[in-house]
């Protein structure tokens, strides 16, 4: 049980934010929310992660709501070598490192 | 980043033989490695955790005695398939942290495509 939901899949033209939801709503105050990526028949890459606070990347920004039973990952300007699967991950602040991966949102860039 | 390297990057095997995948902190040590493994069109599925020096942990369902892992160093983890069958075919993937990079994000190997005919 991921414990997180997300759209299966979303699309968006190349250069154009995207704008990527993830619900998860049992959060519990000492869960922080990861964001990886898989671009296809490669491992997940680390794209970030936050807490409370919205936080800022060079790869992208992510957006906590206030109650953090949701969460934004945004790519501010896609290109098509950001298609790929996205998953957002709860990760419990003692729990050491093994992920559960939900099923992640499938983005399509188009050019 | 730190780096994560497997080895092979694919590989094909008749059904019945044995398969070993490495996994491979390149830059760090790492007393913890994961392994993961990922059928078509599905998510990532934790396999069990490896530890070094010690037993590795697995996850329920996961049968400990087909699936051997041993992490005898502190950078390097393999996973071996025994007496592998068409139905172990998939993506196996292990990922470790780096203490170095405060064990923020977990970096992950390129993958391993497993083919039993």
């Keep these: 049980d991921a414990k997180t939901t997300q759209p299966n899949s979303m699309e968006s033209n190349e250069e154009e934010p995207v704008h990527l939801p993830c619900n998860h709503s049992t959060i519990s105050g000492t869960d922080y929310i990861h964001w990886y990526r898989q671009l296809p028949s490669q491992g997940p890459e680390y794209v970030i992660h936050g807490l409370t606070s919205n936080v800022n990347n060079r790869m992208a920004s992510l957006a906590i709501a206030e109650d953090r039973k949701s969460s934004t990952l945004i790519l501010h300007r896609a290109t098509l070598r950001d298609a790929a699967v996205y998953y957002c991950i709860r990760r419990r602040k003692d729990s050491g490192y093994a992920l559960n991966f939900g099923k992640g949102t499938s983005l399509l860039v188009t050019p | ?117």
């Design chain 2, 1 to 117: 980043g730190a780096v994560v390297s497997q080895h092979p990057s694919w590989v094909i095997c008749k059904s019945g033989t044995s398969v070993k995948i490495e996994c491979r902190s390149l830059d760090f040590q790492a007393t913890t490695m994961f392994w993961y493994r990922q059928f078509p069109k599905q998510s990532l599925m934790l396999m069990a955790t490896s530890n070094e020096g010690s037993k590795a942990t697995y996850e329920q369902g996961v049968e400990k005695d087909k699936f051997l892992i041993n992490h005898a160093s502190l950078t390097l983890s393999t996973l071996t398939v025994t007496s592998a069958h068409p139905e172990d075919s998939s993506f196996y993937i292990c990922s470790a942290s780096s203490p170095r990079q405060g064990n923020i994000e977990a970096f992950f190997g390129q993958g391993t495509r497993l083919t039993v005919v």
